[in-house]
């Protein structure tokens, strides 16, 4: 019998007991689990080209996948992505809610950072473990940044350091107890737009929907898992930098007509649209205005089993 055919019965068994076990309230895990688990794709399609025996082929596909998802539940750090055990739920980060009649606990929290002058541009240090991501349009002149969470996904922490005309600010996540029957988390961030902004974000299976048209946006880098990716960049700043390391996502970005844009990608199982393009040679493209105009767009994407779409507007 082929590996194929003895690999897909067994995958479809297992994915049958786990909606068992979920339904009946044994084990838990949100179905994010399985996109965080995406890479599993490229090892097991790597493991069928070896040139072994079928049984082997079955033997590493089955270690592969039970080895992944001890990874994700012994060193995810938000406990979000974890299998957790009805019986030894005390051992993880999660708190057990067998009563009908309880309601979640929905915390909120409110931060910011004070608007100093002599500050010109500011690094955003972001770990959005999962949960909606906004920007809000108007905050209050005297301050810099505010950051708005609601939800039931944890408190942040929230650092700064000044260095000469820079700031850095790094907004965190802390470890705490996740509740199991509604996992949710709001964040609304507000930014000014007097410094130009660089933003490294982490983020897992998160909707990240930022505005960015008014903002001076130097530097975007942007790490992330199964997530959904809505980024709009505007004309304040004449060169911005943006870097994308994504698996599972869905990418939408849209940048103004009047910039000249490059676009180096690498993509693997990946649906791509890039409007307004021209193509220079393989993984490489660029704007027809590319080098006369006097703003610049710099995008470096490699993604792997997502949707990349770019438009000019």
């Given at each position: 019998m082929s590996y194929r055919k003895i690999f897909w019965g067994v995958m479809l068994v297992l994915i049958g007991s786990l909606f068992i076990l979920k339904n009946t309230g044994i084990i838990y895990f949100d179905w994010l689990t399985i996109w965080r688990l995406w890479p599993l794709i490229l090892i097991l399609w790597g493991i069928s080209l070896i040139p072994v025996k079928d049984y082997m082929k079955l033997v590493f596909s089955i270690a592969a996948i039970g080895f992944s998802i001890l990874l994700v539940n012994r060193y995810d750090k938000t406990g979000y992505y974890s299998f957790g055990w009805k019986d030894s739920d005390r051992k993880h980060r999660f708190e057990w809610n067998d009563s009908e009649t309880n309601t979640e606990e929905v915390s909120k929290q409110e931060m910011f950072q004070a608007f100093d002058s002599a500050i010109?541009?500011?690094?955003?240090?972001?770990?959005a473990a999962a949960g909606d991501f906004r920007i809000e349009e108007e905050i209050p002149v005297a301050k810099?940044?505010?950051?708005?969470?609601?939800?039931?996904?944890?408190?942040?922490?929230?650092?700064?350091?000044?260095?000469?005309?820079k700031r850095f600010i790094e907004l965190r996540i802390n470890e705490s107890n996740i509740r199991m029957k509604n996992l949710g988390?709001?964040?609304?961030?507000?930014?000014n737009d007097y410094p130009t902004w660089d933003f490294d974000l982490d983020i897992g299976a998160a909707n990240l929907d930022f505005d960015l048209s008014k903002y001076k946006v130097g530097k975007l880098k942007i790490d992330g898992g199964a997530s959904s990716m809505k980024?709009?960049?505007?004309?304040?700043?004449e060169l911005t930098e943006i870097e994308?390391?994504?698996?599972?996502?869905?990418?939408?970005?849209?940048i103004p007509q009047g910039a000249g844009a490059e676009l180096k990608t690498e993509t693997a199982l990946t649906s791509k649209s890039f409007k307004g393009f021209d193509k220079v040679s393989n993984g490489l493209y660029r704007t027809p205005n590319f080098e006369t105009s006097t703003q610049k767009i710099?995008?470096?994407?490699?993604?792997?089993?997502?949707?990349?779409?770019?438009?000019?507007?």
């Open positions: 010109t541009r500011v690094e955003l240090k972001l770990e810099i940044l505010t950051f708005m969470k609601e939800g039931s996904v944890g408190n942040y922490s929230m650092t700064s350091r000044d260095d000469s005309s988390n709001r964040v609304r961030l507000g930014l980024i709009k960049l505007g004309e304040a700043i994308i390391d994504a698996g599972a996502a869905s990418i939408d970005l849209r710099y995008l470096d994407i490699d993604a792997a089993v997502s949707s990349l779409n770019i438009e000019r507007y």
